[in-house]
């Protein structure tokens, strides 16, 4: 019970926040295969390499050959020139410069593609400016750029991966640290067929259902005290500690996370009434973690997801939490703002207090 109640809420975070602390990559390893040999290849090669984020570790002959370094760790990306790249340049039709990059990390992917992106549409700028005609510099920048834009990172200014993903793992560790941890006490009591001493009287007192209520609120406190102390050092001082993102107010943080924690105590006493043994609680959180992550619309355009998955997101409290804690956190966004999200929190706890008290009720009525 310490273990989930206790040193993972407080380890988790820490070890998350460390891991994407760095925020970027730079200097992600590329190998080139360059069969076209000229200088305008050199010349995108020279200018790929002095960008922050690539550098051209290696040159190879063919794909197959680059493709043996992705395998080996030593690249993550191959830039691929074909013959006639320069060729094509030089009697005014398109050409093309291969990129291919390996996508089990998306940082490294992110970094190799958004520098050959810039390059490229750097190099044709140049091109089309040479072979427009001896006009004047000013008339150069309209031709080749002419709507100019700044672009400017409103809210993840960093434009880092941990202040994009990192707010709504936190939120997510409350509720999935609290299914084991209640999950661990319900396997533990059917495996050990735990029953307590009562008399007659005692018997009758807990198949009411006011001896129901009395035990679910006991225990609801418990964890209540426990998990927003937790809660507390997961949203206001572990993202300090690490130097993210964090615009909420203490206010409506509070207000926001109470339907929270409430609707997380009620849905995991509900739903470990269907555990049978210890281990069978570990296996589902474990595997719910990453699809809960993104069903809530944080790694995925909410858009994009189907209406059926959308539907089965709304189950979990964390889905809400998660949504209207990174709009607070990240945005600044006020309760009035995430009122939505508030409201479908409340009624949560409410539907999840009644089926809590139901299962209590019945367990207590089995065992009496």
């Known amino acids: 019970m310490l273990l989930f109640f206790i040193f993972l809420p407080l380890a988790y975070p820490l070890l998350y926040s460390w891991i994407y602390n760095n925020e970027v990559v730079h200097d992600v390893p590329v190998a080139v295969v360059d069969n076209s040999h000229s200088s305008m290849s050199r010349e995108f090669i020279k200018k790929m390499d002095a960008t922050p984020d690539v550098c051209v570790a290696y040159y190879s002959r063919s794909i197959p050959e680059a493709q043996e370094l992705i395998s080996e760790g030593k690249a993550y990306g191959i830039l691929y020139f074909p013959f006639d790249f320069a060729l094509k340049s030089g009697r005014m039709e398109q050409t093309h410069v291969g990129v291919y990059c390996d996508m089990s990390y998306m940082l490294t992917y992110k970094a190799i593609l958004q520098s050959a992106t810039a390059i490229s549409g750097e190099m044709g700028a140049e091109i089309q400016t040479r072979l427009s005609g001896p006009y004047t510099h000013r008339d150069e920048e309209i031709g080749t750029k002419p709507v100019d834009f700044d672009e400017v990172s409103i809210f993840n200014v960093t434009g880092g991966y941990g202040n994009f993903i990192i707010p709504g793992v936190l939120v997510l560790i409350i509720q999935q640290a609290m299914l084991l941890g209640v999950g661990m006490i319900a396997g533990t009591r059917r495996e050990k067929h735990r029953m307590l001493e009562h008399t007659s009287e005692t018997s009758m007192e807990r198949r009411s259902l006011w001896g129901s209520i009395s035990l679910m609120m006991g225990q609801s406190l418990a964890y209540l005290m426990i998990f927003s102390i937790m809660l507390a050092w997961i949203t206001l001082i572990v993202p300090r500690l690490f130097g993210f993102v964090s615009l909420v107010h203490g206010y409506d943080l509070l207000m926001f996370f109470t339907p929270y924690l409430l609707a997380c105590v009620a849905f995991s006493i509900t739903a470990n009434s269907l555990v049978r043994y210890r281990e069978s609680v570990i296996l589902v959180v474990v595997f719910s973690s990453v699809p809960l992550l993104f069903i809530s619309g944080v790694s995925w355009p909410l858009s994009n997801i189907p209406s059926v998955w959308q539907g089965v997101s709304w189950i979990f409290p964390s889905t809400f939490a998660i949504r209207g804690f990174i709009r607070m956190s990240s945005m600044g966004a006020l309760l009035g703002d995430v009122t939505p999200e508030y ?25 009496a």
């Open 343 to 367: 409201v479908a929190l409340w009624i949560q706890t409410f539907i999840y207090t009644i089926t809590a008290l139901i299962v209590t009720h019945l367990i207590q009525y089995r065992r």
